[in-house]
């Protein structure tokens, strides 16, 4: 399988407890893009990276969500201290960007995360 | 922000037409367009781009107004497997990359 994969698939988890996941993009794609998605509304921009470097953040994001593509390859999206309202799918996508083209965009499955 | 899509649902019969709109507030680079089952990962259906290229299934049409930063998608002859929910993707003219879903159109096909 060739598309983009996502690990774990499904987390459920203590509020107050840190959670990571994994995304891993279609090989080569340089950007990846991490979304959360809540029932009966599109996915929500949290952040991409364009091979390594992270240029942009959501301004909804809070000092308690991370992400790294440490070399340009897999990326992890970690939660600290996780509330309630972090309750969600989080949606991982990738594409491949040369200059002004086209910017498809293959998302994955999903980890969907519970908070108790 | 969020791009704003009309109308929130519609039901179909197999065979008709539909029109989904989506609009912006902001300069757009680029439109995308996608379908989502339920349960299921978002699947790409369509780009539309500042300039008037775009890109996607054959079976799909779409519309892109530069001045009023509006798209339309097109669901002509519809088909039991157009059931779902569709988004419109918005990038900004000024933040390449940073993209706004809107709240789906919810479409059901029936027999």
């Known amino acids: 399988d060739t598309g983009v994969s996502q690990d774990p698939r499904h987390k459920i988890t203590k509020r107050g407890q840190n959670v990571t996941f994994r995304c891993d993009p279609i090989?080569?794609?340089?950007?990846l893009y991490w979304y959360r998605q809540t029932l009966g509304q599109g996915p929500e921009f949290l952040t991409y990276f364009q091979n390594e470097a992270q240029l942009e953040k959501s301004r909804l994001l809070s000092d308690r969500f991370s992400a790294e593509r440490p070399k340009g390859s897999f990326s992890t999206l970690e939660i600290q201290r996780t509330e309630q309202g972090d309750s969600a799918m989080y949606l991982c996508?990738?594409?491949?960007?040369?200059?002004?083209?086209?910017?498809?965009?293959?998302f994955g499955p999903g980890t969907r995360l519970t908070v108790l | 922000q969020q791009p704003v899509q009309s109308p929130q649902a519609v039901i179909l019969r197999e065979g008709e037409d539909a029109v989904i709109n989506c609009s912006s507030s902001?300069?757009?680079?680029?439109v995308h367009w996608y379908r989502q089952k339920h349960g299921e990962a978002p699947v790409f259906l369509m780009i539309l781009l500042k300039g008037g290229e775009q890109k996607g299934h054959e079976k799909i049409s779409a519309s892109f107004n530069e001045k009023k930063q509006q798209s339309s998608l097109y669901l002509t002859a519809s088909q039991l497997s157009y059931s779902g929910t569709y988004f419109c993707?918005?990038?900004?003219?000024?933040?390449?990359?940073?993209?706004?879903f809107g709240a789906g159109t919810q479409v059901v096909v029936t027999p």
């Open positions: 090989s080569e794609h340089n950007r």
């Open positions: 902001k300069a757009l680079y680029s």
């Open positions: 993707g918005t990038e900004p003219a000024d933040s390449w990359g940073k993209f706004q």
């Open positions: 996508a990738s594409s491949l960007v040369a200059g002004a083209t086209y910017n498809e965009q293959f």
